[in-house]
């Protein structure tokens, strides 16, 4: 019979238990991995790969962003975009996906149709279907306008070989775009700033991309995730903590667009620790990672495609270095600077 281990009597849940940084780990590892320990769960990837059902993937996500809507998306094609690219980034086909929806009690239903839309659009683009659902109503102040729980199934791709194993010393990073796009508009949004240029949430569907990368390169990419909540560094420390080797990032090559970095200085704030969704981050062979950058970069998503960095023999830290020849250590985001971004 399991034995529940007892948690400390004051302790809270905080807000930064649900940003994706050092918090939210200890989460997992202390609490949801005493109790769930199934190796598909234990592996920490973004979709489990099914024993038994061999060519299933199946991941699922909650969304509860606020504001509900903000530029370049909202939360319907959030769940939608989200769900789809942790199937896509662990090497899978995304094809259906479930919908339950938690509403408040008084919410526009001219808002929820635009919502609801907007996922439709979302689904449509990335080739996959909503085949079932959920829908529950709360009481007016309990549930912030919506909720959105979506679970994606997909079909593994036999071309993808993808796993931190497989992740070895002198593989090189990639990373398929401009950082922190998504923290930032939603940040602005919802405390009202606005900038010289209208930043865009950069969230959207990347199986159109990742499935041809795939079926291009097939064995030389060795691992892939998408840096969402905690951003590229937490997500990066994430990868060197698995694969027990070092990742050495290079600042100066790392996409971030002018205004979302003169954005981010105003308010104080890292985008290596924002969110975003709508990058990968890729570790491939060495030899073949110029080609993967051209081939990424014929796409819309990929445009500003670059090599940011190589894995190096070590521990699990990840090292930054700086355009002024300095190294400083990164580690999991630690607080939370952007609650509520997805």
Known sequence: MLQMARSPENERLLLAHGDGGMLTHQLIQNLF????????LTALTDAAL???AA???????????????????????????????????????????????????????SILERIVASMAATAQDAGVTVVTGDTKVVERGKGDGIYINTTGLGFRDSRADLGYPRIQAGDKII??????????????????????????SDCTPLNTLITPLIAEFGSALKFMRDPTRGGLATTAKEIA???????????????????????????????MYLANEGKV???????????????????????????IG?????????????????????????????????
Not at 33 to 40: D, S, V
Not at 241 to 257: F, G, M, V, Y
């Open 310 to 342: 190589e894995v190096r023999p070590g521990r699990g830290q990840v090292l930054l270095e700086t355009p002024l020849g300095g190294t400083r250590l990164v580690d999991m985001l630690a607080g939370a600077p952007l609650p509520r971004i997805c």
């Open 55 to 109: 060519e299933l993937a199946l991941t699922t996500d909650s969304f509860v962003v606020n504001p509900l809507i903000f530029p370049g998306g909202d939360i319907g094609k959030l769940a939608v975009a989200g769900t789809v690219n942790d199937l896509a980034v662990s090497g899978a086909l995304p094809r259906y996906l479930t919908a339950a929806f938690i509403l408040e009690e008084g919410l526009e239903l």
């Open 241 to 271: 903590l698995s694969a027990k080797l070092d990742l050495w990032l290079e600042e100066a090559t790392i996409p971030l667009r002018d205004d979302v970095r003169g954005a981010t200085e105003f308010l104080g704030l890292d985008p």
């Open 33 to 40: 991995q005493r109790y769930f320990t199934a190796p598909e």
């Open 281 to 307: 981050i890729i570790i491939a062979a060495s030899d073949q990672a110029d080609a993967i950058v051209r081939f990424l970069q014929r796409f819309p998503e990929g445009q500003r495609t670059a090599i």
């Open 175 to 200: 990373l398929n775009g401009g950082i922190a796009e998504h923290g930032v508009a939603v940040l602005a949004q919802r405390a009202g700033l606005s900038f010289n240029q209208s930043i865009h």
């Open 50 to 52: 099914l024993p038994g």
